[in-house]
């Protein structure tokens, strides 16, 4: 059984997520411009959507890409 790292990215209960602060969501998204599942970052299921909805929105602004190109 091959053990996963857990980034242990905290977001407080009560600090609002914005699809503008690009800082924040790129901690959320691998190199390859995945967005990381709920159980590598130890988010509430609340907090995971928001970020999801974020970042979608994010890349349809094209604050995000959609895929790193390397």
Do not use: H, W
Request: aromatic fraction near 4%.
């Amino acid at each position: 059984m091959i053990l996963q790292n857990k980034r242990n990215i905290s977001i407080k209960s009560n600090e609002i997520v914005d699809y503008k602060d690009i800082d924040l969501l790129k901690k959320f998204i691998t190199d390859q411009g995945k967005i990381l599942p709920r159980r590598s970052t130890g988010l509430t299921i609340k907090q995971q959507k928001q970020i999801t909805k974020c970042i979608k929105r994010a890349r349809i602004l094209a604050l995000l890409p959609f895929l790193n190109k390397d």
